[in-house]
């Protein structure tokens, strides 16, 4: 199983995309290797099937070039952080073993977010513990079992908003990020197709949806006094060690 530098615990297919798709863009110009864990198939999604979320989840991930997406499939709109979330977490980050995870925001209107988030960084943690879920013919020894911890935590935003303590500068990927929403024709904007002059609306499927999204980061660039930006929480602290990055240097 490869690993990757940077994973996505994504409640649903298109969260990654939506809440860190700029990020993950830029990362996938720098080289770095990207995964995409979705926990649930988005069956609750008052749009769209399952076959259909699953086939925008594919064009989507061709387009950003991830190297791993799996799908857990855990029940759409019942997560809470329990034992078997978090167990599927843990799992997941001994296998991929990422540098840096990018997990929901721990509050969040969506409850299916807020568990994610906070299963997330629990299992991060976790997933160090080396006597933590060994139930294997070969322990903790079986290469999938190995415990870990990534480097660092970040959690993103979903529809409300939240005080970011990073912003990652987007300007020069934001179109690109559009596109990967648009891959989810279902989900995102007024769509077309089968069913779509009857289909129920929602803010989701608002043909202001895109000028929305734009204004949003708009919103978190103006705060970084760049053109768009993406936001990010932290619970534990960053650390620091090439001091130029804090005299406006770029990250190496
Ligand atoms: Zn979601």
Not at 59 to 84: C, K, M, Q, Y
Request: include cysteine; charge should be positive; charged fraction near 25%.
């Amino acid at each position: 199983m490869p690993a990757v530098d940077i994973l996505v615990f994504a409640p649903h297919p298109d969260d990654a995309e939506l809440c860190c798709g700029g990020l993950l863009l830029k990362a996938r110009q720098a080289g770095l290797r990207v995964g995409v864990v979705d926990v649930t198939r988005g069956e609750m999604a008052t749009r769209g099937t399952v076959a259909t979320r699953r086939r925008e989840a594919a064009a989507a991930s061709r387009l950003l070039g991830v190297h791993v997406r799996e799908n857990l499939g855990l029940p759409d709109g019942r997560l809470h952080d329990n034992e078997t979330l978090r167990q599927a977490l843990i799992r997941a980050l001994r296998r991929y073993r990422p540098s840096l995870l990018l997990t929901p925001h721990w509050e969040d209107q969506h409850p299916d977010h807020a568990a994610v988030g906070q299963a997330g960084l629990y299992a991060a943690w976790l997933a160090g513990a080396p006597k933590y879920d060994p139930r294997s013919a070969r322990g903790v020894a079986s290469p999938e079992r190995l415990p870990y911890r990534p480097r660092q935590v970040l959690h993103y935003n979903n529809r409300y908003g939240i005080q970011a303590d990073i912003i990652v500068d987007i300007s020069d990927v934001f179109e690109q990020k559009l596109e990967l929403a648009r891959c989810y024709k279902t989900q995102f904007g007024p769509g077309g197709g089968k069913g779509a002059a009857t289909a129920l609306r929602t803010r989701l499927s608002d043909v202001r949806f895109f000028d929305w999204l734009r204004g949003l980061h708009a919103f978190y660039g103006y705060q970084a006094g760049v053109r768009y930006g993406e936001p990010y929480c932290v619970k534990a602290p960053l650390c620091v060690e090439d001091v130029a990055l804090l005299c406006g240097g770029r990250l190496r």
